[in-house]
Nanobody, 115 residues
Framework: QVHLVDSGGGLVQAGGSLRLSCAAS????????MGWYRQAPGKQRELVAS???????SYVDSVKGRFTISRDNAKNTMYLQMNSLSPEDTAVYYC?????????WGQGTQVTVSS
């Protein structure tokens, strides 16, 4: 069982920045893939960014060049640095971990970007 706690959301003006954190209850070295998803009202949850245990990253096109995903194995924490935020980024952000055949979710953190 993996317990994930995500945090760092809030209200920010367009053009601003936020850093989300996802703290895991186990060593993240053993987690194959970690990622950040988001879900805006009335929309499906979408994968925003992911990072493998080897450090390979991928991003949805809409955030490329603005968001950076990273992981600190020593702290068992994954991050999402979000810059140049726009109102279209407003959503609940969830961290996700895939371990073998199981996947786990954080409770979600609200990001609201005002215009």
């Amino acid at each position: 069982q993996v317990h994930l706690v995500d945090s760092g959301g809030g209200l920010v003006q367009a053009g601003g920045s936020l850093r989300l954190s996802c703290a895991a209850s186990i060593s993240i070295r053993s987690i194959n893939v970690m990622g950040w998803y988001r879900q805006a009202p009335g929309k499906q949850r979408e994968l925003v960014a992911s990072i493998t245990s080897l450090g390979s990253t991928s991003y949805v096109d809409s955030v490329k060049g603005r968001f950076t995903i990273s992981r600190d194995n020593a702290k068992n924490t994954m991050y999402l640095q979000m810059n140049s935020l726009s109102p279209e980024d407003t959503a609940v952000y969830y961290c996700n971990a895939k371990l073998l055949v199981q996947q786990y979710w954080g409770q979600g953190t609200q990001v609201t970007v005002s215009s």
